[in-house]
């Protein structure tokens, strides 16, 4: 049956080919493709996007950082509180508003974060391997439109 096949009561929905449940067995695919890509490093997916966005951009408050990362409230907090506690991040006062926290890469994030960086493109490219230059290109491109 394809998307436009038809019932007696109209369009017959095929689980297959909705794209909620596509997209979320490409993101299945892609997470297991990060675990074994990251390994020994024992980053989750979140807390890799933070040091990636904080090597990316530098020190920012954590509202900017969860804004940045398309993180809640609370799940920033909870990913900041967790690499804090590993030495990967450190918190200080914001430089322009006191009242603010900001988060920036210790040394050691800094370092483990250059040494991910390599092996995150492997992922993305082992993510995208199915498709041609061009197709990437377009897949982007449409995600980004979707979000």
Same mark, same amino acid.
């Given at each position: 049956m394809t998307i436009a096949a038809r019932r007696p009561n109209g369009p017959a929905y095929i689980l297959d080919d909705q794209i909620g449940f596509i997209l !979320?067995?490409?993101?299945? /695919?892609?997470?297991?493709?990060?675990?074994?890509?990251i390994g020994e490093q024992d980053l989750t997916a979140t807390q890799?996007?933070?040091?990636?966005?904080?090597?990316?951009?530098? =020190?920012?408050?954590?509202?900017? @950082?969860? /804004? /940045? $990362?398309?993180?809640?409230a609370a799940t920033?907090?909870?990913v900041v509180d967790r690499l804090g506690k /590993?030495? @990967?991040?450190? $918190? !200080? =006062?914001? =430089?322009?508003?006191?009242?603010?926290l900001e988060v920036a890469l210790s040394p050691a994030g800094?370092?483990?974060?250059?040494?991910?960086?390599?092996?995150?493109? !492997?992922? $993305?490219?082992e993510t995208l391997a199915p498709l041609s230059e061009a197709e990437r290109t $377009?897949?982007?491109e449409l995600l980004r439109k979707l979000g």
């Open positions: !979320r067995q490409v993101s299945q /695919r892609h997470a297991a493709i990060f675990a074994a890509g890799w996007a933070v040091l990636a966005k904080l090597l990316e951009r530098g =020190p920012c408050s954590q509202n900017r @950082l969860g /804004r /940045r $990362t398309a993180m809640d920033i907090k909870g /590993r030495g @990967l991040i450190e $918190t !200080r =006062p914001d =430089p322009e508003d006191g009242r603010r800094q370092a483990l974060a250059e040494r991910i960086v390599p092996l995150a493109h !492997r992922i $993305t490219e $377009t897949l982007i």
